[in-house]
């Protein structure tokens, strides 16, 4: 259907989007590595300092981590899903029922998002880091909104996709 080849042309952008989040991710994950090996250097090594904020950094990737993968994870439809009575479902009943855990991943995404950022402008707003008193807690919430936005982002391409299924044949393996 011609719709549905309009809107494929917004594909390269979750592409981007994904590729992006990856990147970051990755760097996160390279980063607590650094500072984790920094950490336990200080603690038993005397002439390595001993820096007081390196547990609360390598927590805040961590959370940082843990929310852009779920967003990753909910592109390539790796979340949590039942899927040990799909063999013996119609495909229109599975369809169904991917539509409907869309809406359940989209409506958990928009509640991450919206009580993620109250929670990041209040509650982060008024504190700061115990060893960084320069650093707002505000940066230690941020992962919840941003990793709900991300996730709600994604399950848009995923829910559009599952729509077209219902209106576009799949193709096989070697037909044009």
């Known amino acids: 259907m011609a719709v549905f080849n309009i809107i494929d042309r917004v594909k390269p952008v979750f592409d981007f989007i994904y590729f992006v989040v990856m990147q970051v991710a990755k760097a996160f994950l390279v980063a607590t590595v650094l500072i984790a090996c920094l950490m336990v250097l200080g603690r038993y090594i005397g002439f390595v300092p001993s820096f007081p904020w390196t547990e609360e950094v390598i927590l805040m990737l961590m959370t940082y981590m843990s929310l852009l993968g779920a967003s990753l994870a909910v592109r390539r439809r790796a979340h949590i899903r039942m899927v040990a009575i799909d063999p013996f479902l119609p495909k229109i009943v599975i369809r169904v029922l991917d539509l409907l855990a869309d809406a359940a991943i989209i409506f958990f995404c928009y509640i991450l998002l919206t009580e993620g950022w ?39 391409e995923v829910c559009y996709n599952n729509i077209k299924a219902f209106f576009v044949k799949e193709e096989k393996d070697g037909e044009a």
């Open 118 to 156: 109250t929670y990041a402008v209040t509650i982060g707003g008024r504190g700061s880091f115990t060893s960084m008193p320069n650093l707002s807690l505000f940066w230690r919430f941020l992962p919840i909104p941003l990793g709900g936005g991300l996730m709600l982002f994604f399950s848009i």
